[in-house]
Nanobody, 116 residues
Framework: QLQAFGGGLVQAGGSLRVSCKEP???????????MGWYRQAPGKQRELVAA???????NYADSVKGRFTISRDNAKKAVSLQMSGLKPDDTAVYYC?????????WGQGTLVTVSS
């Protein structure tokens, strides 16, 4: 139900944007959904990268503060993660996440590879 896209290969210091849409959800339901991006690097646990609540409050992992920006476009039922100043340590599969009530949804993941 969550469709993620926008990953790819980028050189260190570069920028990349990943986005996620939930096209089939009712707009009013999406507006009440907390959205987030997680990532999982090889051999590591999945970790929260950034989150944005239904009201627009944001939260970032310390490792990405000042470099990544999460935003949402409720009209498009989408959430995006703008990444800049990318580092090789940012290499991971990035997963979109949606939480509403007791329901948690995950996107299929999109690979971001940062070369040194």
């Amino acid at each position: 139900q969550l469709q993620a896209f926008g990953g790819g290969l980028v050189q260190a210091g570069g920028s990349l944007r990943v986005s996620c849409k939930e096209p089939r959800v009712i707009l009013s339901v999406f507006r009440d959904t907390d959205m987030g991006w997680y990532r999982q690097a090889p051999g590591k646990q999945r970790e929260l990268v950034a989150a944005i609540t239904a009201s627009g409050s944001t939260n970032y992992a310390d490792s990405v503060k000042g470099r990544f920006t999460i935003s949402r476009d409720n009209a498009k039922k989408a959430v995006s993660l703008q990444m800049s100043g990318l580092k090789p340590d940012d290499t991971a599969v990035y997963y979109c996440n949606a939480k509403r009530g007791t329901i948690t949804l995950w996107g299929q993941g999109t690979l971001v590879t940062v070369s040194s």
